[in-house]
């Protein structure tokens, strides 16, 4: 069984343009994704899925100078990006990775990759808080089966279910077998969310990072201490 993930990014987002470019600690955000996503033990191989515009390039780069496959598709429609790199790299399982996620976890990763394994659904997430996972945001991913995406692909028809890979899924619960993945105690806090979607998420994460001398390796429960020492939830002892 061949597990893959694809980190699907371009530079062209509407409400952050080249987001994916911005630095923490001396290195972009793409990197801190791909580093903490190739810590992943159970991952075969890792996919960047950039678009074939010239302004994207420099991802093509970046993801060959970490030593990533690369796949180049449509623009607006990622949901065809995806399901044909998943298709030209035959992969069986495919964990969907978000770039704009610098703390993303290879432990959870690891975990989401193990309890979908050893049961028979179609999809899986632990990557935020929804149907009472009672994750904090950004230290997780979505899996899902090839045959699973190829439901997806065929049965989207709307814009808004082309541009987000998993919204048929969420539009259309009953159709599929979801398995919910229950946060651990140390991650359980919903309330927190360490992805980055626009100017302020970027200056909030930089700053965080910053202040708490956190790492590019930083395990999730320690950021997630990190965060409630910074709001006064726990003290610095």
Known sequence: MKIVAII???????RFP?????????KSLIDWVIYRTKKSSKLKQIILATTKLKKDD???NIAKKNKISIFRGDEKNVLKRYFEAAKLYNADLIVRICSDNPFIDPKQIDYLIKKFKNKSFEYAFNHQSRLNTNYADGFGAEIFTFNTLKKVYLCAKSKSQKE??????WDNLKKFKILPIKSPKKL???KFKFDINTPKDYTLIKNFTKKFKIK??????????????????INNE
């Open 58 to 60: 420099v991802l093509v």
């Open 216 to 233: 590019i390796n930083t395990k999730a429960e320690d950021i997630v201490k990190f965060k409630l020492l910074e709001i006064g939830e």
């Open 18 to 26: 080249k987001k994916v470019l911005k630095n923490i600690l001396n």
């Open 164 to 169: 987000h890979v998993t919204k048929y899924i």
């Open 188 to 190: 359980a806090y919903p």
């Open 8 to 14: 699907q990014t371009r530079t062209g987002s509407r």
